[in-house]
């Protein structure tokens, strides 16, 4: 168990850190529990815990310091929570490598737009929206990030961040701190239904949360102090690992 932990612990604080800045994390947690010899629904639960408790502390910080807008955060994370349950049954749809063809268009579009505009996020410039059509907007986002979460899910939270500043206006700060909110909304419902089927390893999971809750609170504390001008490379980073990652699978 030491060996797996020795690989597990360092990339799960790595990909807290990433997670806590602009979402993605998992990207880089979840290979590491595989790399580390767990079967596939072990892994998949125990990085749920871990990242479920580092959203937690990363999700305070944002809030402590006022990047946290709770009422349509908490309205998207109920989107969140309905589109997960939506993307798995999307799965008798689709198929994963239908998905994977439509990631790699749109990806590589998100990075352009990302690269070139660099004001991108800099400032906050909400849109004329009535309270009702901001909810709505925001329940959407959630519903389809959920069901993306819940049919795919690498990237999510990336995808949230990009969500709530292209469309909502908000800066690049506050979309990521309502990225975690609704990003914790759907790991806590993933969570619970991996501890019920006894697909979590609590004594590889506990020394890994307390490793993903320092990068998570560290990553919200480095971003929160740095704003949009750190936020917006992680997130273009995030992009091109996302990107990277749908390749290597496809290959």
Excluded at 62 to 69: D, K, L, M, N, T
Aim: proline share 4%; net charge positive.
């Amino acid at each position: 168990m030491l060996k797996a932990l020795l690989i597990i612990c360092p990339l799960v604080f790595l990909g807290g850190f990433v997670d806590a800045v602009a979402g993605g994390g998992g990207l880089i947690t979840l290979p590491a529990y595989l790399a580390a010899g767990l079967p596939m629904h072990l892994a998949y639960g125990t990085n749920k815990l871990s990242s479920c408790c580092g959203l937690f502390f990363s999700t305070a910080k944002y809030a402590r310091s006022g990047y946290v807008r709770w009422r349509p955060g908490l309205v998207a994370g109920v989107g969140a929570l309905i589109g997960s349950s939506l993307g798995v049954r999307l799965v008798l749809v689709l198929s994963e490598e239908t998905l994977r063809w439509i990631l790699v268009c749109i990806l590589p579009l998100v990075a352009v737009v990302l690269l070139f505009n660099r004001n991108f996020g800099q400032e906050q410039k909400p849109r004329d929206l009535s309270p009702t059509l901001l909810y709505l907007m925001v329940f959407l986002i959630g519903l389809v990030v959920g069901a993306y979460d819940g049919f795919f899910g690498p990237g999510a939270g990336t995808f949230l961040v990009i969500g709530f500043t292209a469309i909502v206006g908000w800066n690049l700060t506050t979309a990521t701190g309502n990225a975690k909110v609704v990003n914790f909304c759907s790991n806590l419902a993933a969570l619970v239904g991996y501890i019920s089927s006894g697909n979590v390893s609590f004594t590889i999971g506990f020394p890994a949360l307390l490793c993903g809750i320092a990068g998570n609170y560290l990553g919200a504390a480095v971003a929160v102090k740095k704003g949009a001008s750190f936020i917006r490379p992680v997130v273009i980073f995030a992009v091109s690992l996302l990107f990277v990652n749908i390749i290597r699978d496809m290959l």
